[in-house]
């Protein structure tokens, strides 16, 4: 493939559809081949209280059949989940210099912008059309030092928003819980103290060739719940469900819900963790901002005992986060299968 003439992003750098980004071609997103259909259900959040049976019952057969989901009327306000796309996105399209300071190839770095690549089996690296800013969401007094400056409105707006996410994340923990039968903080319970808190906010320009590249490479989130917004209007999310791609579209105020491994492993595989990618497009820059929650690393994460009997033994055996996170680096590049490792 000859190298495409430059592209000119949004935020003023020149880069060119290198070889660099061109998947080998058993790998391309096959964009044609993509259903949007209504598969991925939007629960609305406003009965919880009235009508929790329902609700619990919505949220669990979510959860057990796709392990992705939209929901409205989660309680965040609308304009707070506005204004945190906006300082993201002047964030991103600030001067390459501005943002140098947290350019890093440093994985141990807690607030850092990077790119992602995969690795095929010829171990022939391609890397991911996307630019990826990750930091800790809570506890924010912590952290509020580090994250930017510019745009000015950032660490205001991020810290607001984290904070009504954290609640919307219990509540989902809860109504999880119960899904399973199980008591209201069992979820929270075995996922432990200090939490590890972190958010990764994905920028895609627009792509000269989307049919040559990724956004991010299908992959599984490794952590235990993902709370995702996108920017209205820009499609990108996709799920796999039945060896098919399904695009999970932009609903106006809504957020994208996404169970991740640990879920997966504590619901002893009743909960699922699905696999999921973003592709790019060809006209319009997409954003998307995940939150993510995970176990701190002395964790021990294993099956929650009332859910394994004699008829339903333990799928996974225990291990400590830590171990999970290892394996994790283990198999740095490829495409990843942590928890099936883990597997009896
Ligand atoms: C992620 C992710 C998808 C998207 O950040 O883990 O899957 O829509 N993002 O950007
Ligand atoms: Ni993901």
Redesign the pocket.
């Known amino acids: 493939m000859e190298a495409k003439k430059p592209f000119q992003f949004a935020n003023n750098t020149v880069l060119c559809l290198s070889p660099d980004f061109i998947l080998p071609e058993e790998k391309r997103p096959c964009l044609s081949e993509v259903s949007h259909t209504n598969l991925v259900p939007i629960i609305d959040l406003k009965g919880y209280g009235e009508d929790q049976k329902s609700l619990v019952q919505n949220v669990s057969d979510a959860c057990k059949k796709l392990g992705i989901f939209q929901v409205m009327n989660h309680g965040v306000p609308k304009d707070l989940c506005e204004s945190v796309m906006v300082a993201l996105l002047e964030f991103f399209q600030l001067p390459h210099e501005e943002r140098a300071i947290y350019f890093t190839r440093d994985f141990t770095k807690q607030v850092k912008i990077f790119n992602y690549s995969y690795k095929g089996d010829d171990q022939m690296k391609v890397t991911m059309w996307s630019e990826t800013f990750t930091h800790p969401w809570h506890p924010t007094q912590d952290f509020t030092h580090h994250l930017p400056t510019k745009p000015l409105q950032y660490r205001d707006v991020f810290t607001a928003y984290a904070r009504e996410i954290g609640c919307l994340m219990n509540r989902l923990f809860s109504l999880m819980s119960k899904g399973l039968g199980l008591e209201e903080n069992s979820i929270v319970r075995k996922l432990g103290e200090r939490p590890n808190h972190y958010s990764q906010a994905n920028y895609y320009p627009p792509c000269p060739e989307p049919e040559l590249t990724m956004g991010l490479n299908e992959?599984n989130?490794i952590t235990a719940l993902?709370i995702l917004q996108q920017l209205d209007g820009v499609s990108g999310l996709q799920v796999k469900y039945d060896e098919n791609w399904v695009a999970v579209d932009p609903v106006p105020g809504a957020l994208v819900i996404?169970l991740a491994d640990q879920m997966q492993v504590l619901s002893n595989g009743r909960y699922k963790s699905p696999v999921?990618r973003a592709v790019t497009n060809g006209w319009l820059p997409r954003l998307s901002l995940?939150l993510f929650h995970a176990p701190n690393d002395e964790t021990l994460i294993g099956p929650i005992e009332e859910l394994t009997d004699e008829d339903h033994p333990p799928i996974y055996r225990n291990y400590r986060y830590k171990e999970f996170m290892k394996e994790f680096y283990r198999q740095e590049g490829k495409r990843r299968r942590v928890k099936e490792t883990f597997k009896l």
Do not use: L, Q, R, V
């Open positions: 992959h989130d993902t996404i999921h995940a």
